[in-house]
Every structure is written in structure tokens, then in C-alpha cells.
């Protein structure tokens, strides 16, 4: 049993406000002392604790505050997307309009869609489509701190080429993590541990999706599953040969097989290769595909 602070022990801890910005250079430290404070704490005075304090940053868009909530080392990473991928900020900046569609498929915790958010002055729809649990929690509350709750939606589903429940494998729990892999249940239905931890997720296509919940066309639609893309494409053939979808950015993976099949269906469906941009030292690159 953790040991209970004396009241007026605990309450210096908390702050008098309920939002505390930190800086990415003390992140090493802040969750140092985190650590501390829950393993020093009770487990209700930490909930409490938790629930009283809210660390946020600033996401690196220097044309709008755009804050994002963290519990996690993965939330802090998260706030440099736009240094990381600036070419995915330009692509927003070149093809989005004031009433455009933006399917922001991979989400995340929502850079790229408070970015766009941003860019069309809130008169943009937008939405993120997140299938791990912890990180949509964290997507949904960057929502409301970002209060862009009528223009950016979220989605908490695996977009791929078939419609069912099937097993997220994580490659960590913690909110925005990334390289998770989809894949389907066991044949008993149970879940299968053996790459990692895991959830049960639903599995729509892009195709089901908008006929299901009457979506709007996507005028844009970025595609960044962690090596699934090439399923989420063929999950989306009728969208995509919608004249509507002006352009798509794909992360490829030139080391798969599945590479030469995306250019190849993005070909047949209209589209040609815009640019690509490589990730550092990588066989990984954002590729543009646009509609002539």
C-alpha cells in the first residue's frame, strides 16, 4: 500500500491552473518527476492529481497555436509533425479550401488535422481516423482543448479492404504510438498475443465507411497506416475514381512489394506521382498523387 500524503502535502502539488505547457526540452525531466509523484502517491490522491493537471505543448505550426495534450513520451514527439513532414503541411496548404474534405486516415493524435483545421480558418471538414484506443482518447481531447469539435470528426476505426473486427497488435500501449499492425482475429475469435499486445478494432474500407454514414466525397486523403496503405487503397477503388478526390498523399514502403502495386492501381484510378519525399534514411517515403 502507497503511503497517504497529509493534505496539505498533497495539495502543493497541484496546480492553481489546470493546464501546465511544457517545453520539449524538459519533457526527460517532467516525466522524471512524474514517475515520483505517482510512486509516491496513493493511488486515489494520483488520480486526483491527474485529473487536476493537464500537460500540454504546442504543436511546431508557427501560423496558429495548436496545443495537444500529453501523458506520454510518444505525445511529445507528436509535437514536431510539422518539422518531420513538411511537405505533408505544404500538401494541406496547396489543396485544401475553405469547404474542402480532408480524410486523415492514420491520424494519430491530429497534427495534420488541427494544421488543416488551421489553414482553412475552421470552414474545412476533417476526419481523423484513429484506431488505437489510448490514442483516440488523446485525438478526442485535442479536439475540445483545440475547440474545432464541427470540424474535425473522429473515427475510432481500422480503414483496410474488408468490413469486420479484427486485432490491432500494439507496438505500445501508450498514446501516440505508432507501428501497431493490423490483422485478423484467430479462428477461435480470441485474440492472438504472440506479436505483442493487442485490441479488437473494427475494420471498415473507405468505400463502406462514406456509404454507411453518408460522408461527404474526400477532396483530399492522406494515408498513413504503417504499411497497410496499399489495403486502405483497395478499400477505397469507388471513392478514389470519384473526380471529387483531388489528390492523396500515400506513405510508401519502397522495401515492399506492395510499392509497385500502389502505383500501379493510383495509375488506373487517374492519378500520377505528384512528388515523394523519403523519411531519412529510410526505404520509406510520402508520395503526392494528384488527379491531372
Not at 182 to 195: I, M, Y
Not at 202 to 215: A, H
Not at 266 to 278: I, N, Y
Amino acid at each position: 500500500m502507497k503511503p497517504v500524503l497529509p493534505r496539505r502535502v498533497f495539495q502543493k502539488l497541484l496546480p492553481a491552473s489546470s493546464y501546465v505547457w511544457l517545453s520539449r526540452r524538459k519533457e526527460e525531466l517532467l516525466f522524471a518527476i512524474m514517475d515520483e509523484i505517482r510512486d509516491s502517491l496513493e493511488i486515489a490522491q494520483y488520480a486526483e492529481y491527474l485529473q487536476k493537471r493537464e500537460l500540454l505543448g504546442r504543436l511546431d505550426y508557427d501560423a496558429a497555436t495548436i496545443s495537444m495534450t500529453i501523458s506520454a513520451p510518444g505525445q511529445m514527439r507528436r509535437l514536431n509533425a510539422c518539422r518531420k513532414e513538411p511537405e505533408t503541411v505544404a500538401w494541406i496548404q496547396k489543396y485544401l479550401s475553405r469547404r474542402s474534405t480532408l480524410y486523415d486516415i492514420g491520424a494519430n493524435v491530429g497534427a495534420y488535422s488541427f494544421v488543416a483545421n488551421a489553414i482553412s480558418k475552421g470552414e474545412s471538414m476533417v476526419y481523423a481516423i484513429e484506431p488505437s484506443r489510448s490514442t483516440f482518447a488523446a485525438l478526442c481531447r485535442n479536439i475540445r482543448i483545440n475547440k474545432c469539435q464541427k470540424n474535425v470528426i473522429p473515427f475510432q476505426v481500422a480503414l483496410s479492404n474488408s468490413v469486420g473486427v479484427q486485432e490491432l497488435v500494439l507496438s505500445d500501449m501508450s498514446p501516440g504510438a505508432a507501428s501497431h499492425t493490423l490483422r485478423p482475429l484467430d479462428a477461435d475469435g480470441a485474440e492472438g498475443n504472440d506479436l505483442g499486445e493487442s485490441e479488437p478494432v473494427l475494420s471498415l474500407t473507405i468505400d463502406s465507411m462514406i456509404e454507411q454514414f453518408k460522408l461527404a466525397m474526400p477532396n483530399m486523403v492522406k494515408i498513413d497506416v504503417d504499411g497497410a496503405e496499399e489495403n486502405v487503397i483497395n478499400g477505397g477503388r469507388e471513392t478514389f475514381w470519384s473526380p471529387e478526390v483531388k489528390s492523396v498523399l500515400v506513405e510508401v514502403y519502397f522495401d515492399k512489394p506492395s510499392a509497385e502495386r500502389i502505383f500501379e492501381t493510383m495509375g488506373k484510378m487517374g492519378f500520377v506521382e505528384e512528388s515523394r519525399w523519403a523519411h531519412g534514411g529510410t526505404s520509406i517515403a510520402n508520395v503526392i498523387f494528384t488527379r491531372p
